[in-house]
Each structure stands twice: as structure tokens, then as C-alpha cells.
């Protein structure tokens, strides 16, 4: 970009673009998968830390974003101890969640209430329930991808997004998204 036209896109990205995609995701009521790459060396803070790895706060405002009431602040602790460990999905047992038990509770609680964000679920939920949920919930919003930042993403990543109402992926083909 030439040096005189620094000031009027400085001025142009501040004023008309929300460059936060936590506050952007957090407004999106649709499906998401968050793809973290866990050998990023640009979106974070400590390369050798998958704790400092800035997915993780994208995951956590999705989170509040859409189910407040399982957050405290120990399910809060517990997740981020969780998302320090690479590839969640694969040791929900190690931390005491039970993805059937979860998906049954999800399944009444969609079925009673609809699925209209934020959820109320968790407000009659003890503090290790509403970890456990979280936990599960969260590990069908979270992919690790062992991958740097420019790597290009293998086309086995790009599937559709996990949706509560059912408790499984979407099945809509990617004719149908855009026309």
C-alpha cells in the first residue's frame, strides 16, 4: 500500500470494520466449528504453549455466548485446563464426561425449549455437571488441526459444522448453502 494512503485506511478499517471475530461469532446464531491449528506461530502468544493459542478464547466466547449458564468459575477452569491439552474429542473420558449422558440431556433440552441461543441449559445443573457439559459441548465446537498457521487445511476439515438440535452434523450440500 503507498505511504499516502496509510491514514485513510487506518481511518476506513477503525471506523467501518469489526475486525473482533469473538464479538462477530458471538452475534452468529448459525453452526460453527472453531479449527484450531495446535502448531500455530501467528495466533499466539507462546508457541510452545497450546494454552496461549488465541482459538481458545474464541472457544470460550462462543461458549458464553451461547450457553452462559454452564459457565462458573470452575467449569471455566476446568475448560481452560482442557484446552491446553492437544486433540480434546479424544479424552472426554479422562476428565468424567459421558458424551451419551450429555447428548441425552442436550436432546431433552432442545426438545422442551427449542434451539434458540443463548440456552438456559446448566441453570439446575451442579458445578461438575455443568463442566461435564461444557467439556462435551465444546469438543463438537473444537477441531485441532496439527498444523502450522500457512499450511493449507487438508479438505478432510471442511465438513459441516455440529448442530444441538439434532446432536449430529448437517447434512446440507454446499449447492444448497449458496443458492
Same mark, same amino acid.
Given at each position: 500500500?503507498?505511504?499516502?494512503? !496509510?491514514?485513510?485506511? +487506518?481511518?476506513?478499517?477503525? /471506523?467501518?470494520?469489526?475486525?473482533?471475530?469473538?464479538?462477530?461469532?458471538?452475534?452468529?446464531? !448459525?453452526?460453527? +466449528?472453531?479449527?484450531?491449528?495446535?502448531?500455530?506461530?501467528?495466533? +499466539? /502468544?507462546?508457541?510452545?504453549?497450546?494454552?496461549?493459542?488465541?482459538?481458545?478464547?474464541?472457544?470460550?466466547?462462543?461458549?458464553?455466548?451461547?450457553?452462559?449458564?454452564?459457565?462458573?468459575?470452575?467449569?471455566?477452569?476446568?475448560?481452560?485446563?482442557? =484446552?491446553?491439552?492437544?486433540?480434546?474429542?479424544?479424552?472426554?473420558?479422562?476428565?468424567?464426561?459421558?458424551?451419551?449422558?450429555?447428548?441425552?440431556?442436550?436432546?431433552?433440552?432442545?426438545?422442551?425449549?427449542?434451539? /434458540?441461543?443463548?440456552? +438456559?441449559?446448566?441453570?439446575?445443573?451442579?458445578?461438575?455437571?455443568?463442566?461435564?457439559?461444557?467439556?462435551? =459441548?465444546?469438543?463438537?465446537?473444537?477441531?485441532?488441526?496439527?498444523? !502450522?498457521?500457512?499450511?493449507?487445511?487438508?479438505?478432510?476439515?471442511?465438513?459441516?459444522?455440529?448442530?444441538?438440535?439434532?446432536?449430529?452434523?448437517?447434512?446440507?450440500?454446499?449447492?444448497?448453502?449458496?443458492?
Amino acid at each position: 500500500m503507498p505511504a499516502c494512503l !496509510g491514514a485513510i485506511v +487506518t481511518k476506513a478499517v477503525a /471506523t467501518h470494520l469489526n475486525l473482533n471475530p469473538g464479538e462477530q461469532l458471538a452475534m452468529y446464531p !448459525g453452526p460453527v +466449528t472453531i479449527l484450531r491449528r495446535t502448531q500455530d506461530e501467528i495466533i +499466539t /502468544t507462546d508457541n510452545a504453549q497450546l494454552r496461549c493459542n488465541c482459538g481458545n478464547d474464541l472457544v470460550l466466547r462462543l461458549m458464553r455466548s451461547r450457553y452462559p449458564g454452564l459457565l462458573c468459575p470452575r467449569s471455566t477452569e476446568v475448560l481452560w485446563q482442557w =484446552l491446553a491439552e492437544p486433540f480434546q474429542s479424544t479424552n472426554l473420558t479422562a476428565w468424567g464426561v459421558d458424551q451419551d449422558l450429555c447428548s441425552s440431556l442436550l436432546a431433552s433440552y432442545v426438545s422442551q425449549k427449542g434451539e /434458540t441461543y443463548p440456552f +438456559t441449559l446448566g441453570e439446575d445443573m451442579s458445578v461438575d455437571e455443568k463442566t461435564k457439559m461444557l467439556l462435551y =459441548l465444546t469438543s463438537k465446537y473444537l477441531v485441532d488441526v496439527p498444523s !502450522g498457521h500457512n499450511n493449507p487445511l487438508d479438505k478432510d476439515f471442511f465438513t459441516h459444522p455440529w448442530r444441538p438440535l439434532t446432536d449430529s452434523y448437517i447434512q446440507v450440500s454446499i449447492q444448497q448453502q449458496y443458492y
